[in-house]
């Protein structure tokens, strides 16, 4: 079993920045894909960014050139740091992450359990 643990939200004025962190532990052999979504009240789950196990990153348009994803792959870590932030930006934000337990398991998916960013004065 993999568990992700999301850290670093919290409440943020407009402008201000942020670094949220995707702590992966467990019986990991691999993790491939690995992304950030984020949940708004009443709205539904949107992609906000991904990066491979390479470092090919992608974004939202509505982040793009604001938060920038990377990831550490020896510690099974991933980051998302946000700039700029708007108070659209507020939201649950969840990790998720693609992950096979042995080298000859199938791939398996898993969601962190959110962390809250609010941006607001």
């Known amino acids: 079993q993999v568990q992700l643990v999301e850290s670093g939200g919290g409440l943020v004025q407009p402008g201000g920045s942020l670094r949220l962190s995707c702590a992966a532990s467990g019986k990991i052999f691999i993790i491939a894909g690995m992304n950030w979504y984020r949940q708004a009240p009443g709205k539904q789950r949107e992609l906000v960014a991904t990066?491979?196990?390479?470092?090919?990153?992608n974004y939202a348009d509505s982040v793009k050139g604001r938060f920038i994803i990377s990831r550490d792959n020896a510690e099974n870590t991933m980051y998302l740091q946000m700039n700029s932030l708007k108070p659209e930006d507020t939201a649950v934000y969840y990790c998720?992450?693609?992950?096979?337990?042995?080298?000859?398991?199938?791939?398996?998916?898993?969601w962190g359990q959110g962390t809250q960013v609010t941006v607001s004065t």
């Open positions: 998720y992450a693609l992950a096979r337990l042995t080298s000859g398991s199938k791939w398996y998916y898993y």
């Open positions: 990066i491979s196990s390479g470092g090919m990153t």
